[in-house]
């Protein structure tokens, strides 16, 4: 079974079910990628908090793809 076969049956399990998979699922998981996870979610929270102090601005998708686009053909 592949794991778009596997998604597809999870998504058929009752909510309560599919959040006892998750947990388990998560628990299976080392401690290192848990570590990286967390990192990543600091670093998402560090960004919010400096976007709502102003430090930093934002950009739309398309702007960003725009702007990117520019600096590889540079």
């Known amino acids: 079974m592949d794991i778009a076969q596997i998604e597809s049956q999870a998504l058929m399990l009752p909510e309560s ?13 080392s401690s290192h990628q848990i570590s990286y ?29 725009s702007s990117l686009r520019k600096s590889l053909t540079k």
């Open 37 to 65: 996870l967390n990192e990543h979610i600091s670093e998402a929270e560090d960004r919010i908090s400096a976007y709502k102090a102003g430090n930093i601005k934002s950009l739309d998708g398309a702007s960003f793809v």
């Open 17 to 29: 079910e599919r959040a006892v998979l998750v947990d388990h699922l998560q628990a299976s998981l």
